[in-house]
């Protein structure tokens, strides 16, 4: 198995208000990071490109169900992804290893060509046989009115990508610390040692040390608990009812954080909005346009940057091959991986 880290390619766009003369930026102020879930780029945007002027889709990329067997079964993009995905599809520090890569290229130990051809290969041999999961299916543009309008008026990145080839824990710790300290996996204790925090420093913890403000916002929980930097500043958590609140007056921190509700709140009967693979696009549409909105009424506006993001692919196609050169490794090793993960 290669040791060299591989990137996926995920949703960022940035909104940015600018002053009455578009020569020139207002100061920022004020950070505000909105992330979802498990989504990629094509999957997201792909049949945008024409729209947003990106590197998408053409409609020709395809993979087969077989990278060793050239007569195997294609299987092309399309735009028909439901609002619900039938499946979720595996997104593990493997699974998403042979999706870049496909069988044939692995047997050869061959990392260094042009990729993302075992998507349909890995679900239809592990996951759910004789289905794809509907990996190659993507979002058409006309599903999306909230951020195909936002990425229209404001930036949109087709060019950045997911720390690690692999699940949402390691992606989240990456955003906050630049490090996963080695994992690889979605397991909740460092090392393995049950009760032991991760404890690499954040960039919370930065902000701190200069002086500067931050919470993170959540729905129901607090995500990243799992973190010391999360869990040792309980006074740092605010509910979503707080965000709204602090962006009405005004009282917002230099920097914020937001998270999505990942389950069903049995008080009000409110589902999900983090959009992962097995909830609902709408849901999470609105969620982002409910931030939107707030942040632009917000009387600090013209000093905010507010950026929308996901925190890794899903396990769903892209078209573009990651870079596997001089890209830095997580940062140590945890028993929790199944391959080491290296800068090697």
């Not at 061959?110 to 046989?129: C, I, K």
């Not at 920097?255 to 589902?271: C, D, E, V």
């Not at 996901?310 to 090793?333: K, M, Q, T, W």
Request: proline share 8%; glycine share 6%.
């Amino acid at each position: 198995m290669h040791n060299k880290p591989l990137f996926l390619l995920f949703l960022t766009f940035i909104s940015l208000s600018l002053t009455s003369q578009p020569q020139s930026l207002p100061k920022i102020n004020y950070v505000v990071v909105l992330m979802e879930e498990n989504r990629s780029f094509d999957h997201m945007f792909g049949w945008a490109s024409s729209i947003l002027k990106t590197d998408g889709l053409t409609g020709k990329e395809y993979n087969q169900y077989s990278t060793l067997d050239p007569n195997s079964k294609k299987v092309y993009v399309d735009d028909l992804s439901p609002d619900f995905s039938p499946c979720d599809p595996d997104h593990g520090y493997a699974a998403t290893t042979h999706k870049i890569f496909g069988e044939k290229q692995i047997k050869m130990h061959n990392y260094s060509v042009e990729g993302m051809v075992g998507f349909v290969e890995w679900e239809v041999g592990h996951d759910l046989p004789s289905t794809d999961c509907g990996v190659l299916s993507m979002q058409s543009p006309d599903k999306l009115p909230v951020l195909v309008s936002l990425a229209k008026e404001y930036a949109v990145m087709d060019k950045f990508f997911a720390s690690v080839p692999g699940p949402t824990w390691p992606n989240r710790m990456y955003f906050h610390a630049a490090t996963s300290a080695g994992s690889t996996a979605t397991y909740p204790w460092y090392r393995m040692d049950m009760g032991r925090l991760f404890p690499q420093r954040t960039f919370m913890d930065q902000l701190m040390a200069e002086g500067f403000s931050w919470k993170n916002y959540y729905n129901d929980t607090p995500w990243e608990l799992f973190m010391e930097g999360f869990a040792h500043h309980p006074d740092h958590q605010a509910t979503m009812d707080e965000f709204f609140y602090d962006c009405q007056m005004g009282t917002l921190p230099s920097y914020s954080f937001i998270n999505p509700r990942s389950g069903i709140n049995t008080t009000n009967g409110q589902g999900s909005n983090d959009q992962h693979p097995d909830h609902s696009i709408v849901a999470g549409e609105l969620y982002i346009k409910d931030v939107y909105e707030a942040v632009r009424a917000s009387p600090l506006w013209n000093e905010t940057l507010l950026i929308i993001t996901y925190d890794e692919h899903g396990g769903f196609y892209d078209h573009i091959s990651p870079p596997d050169h001089n890209v830095p490794g997580p940062g140590g090793y945890s028993p929790s991986t199944q391959f080491l993960f290296t800068n090697d």
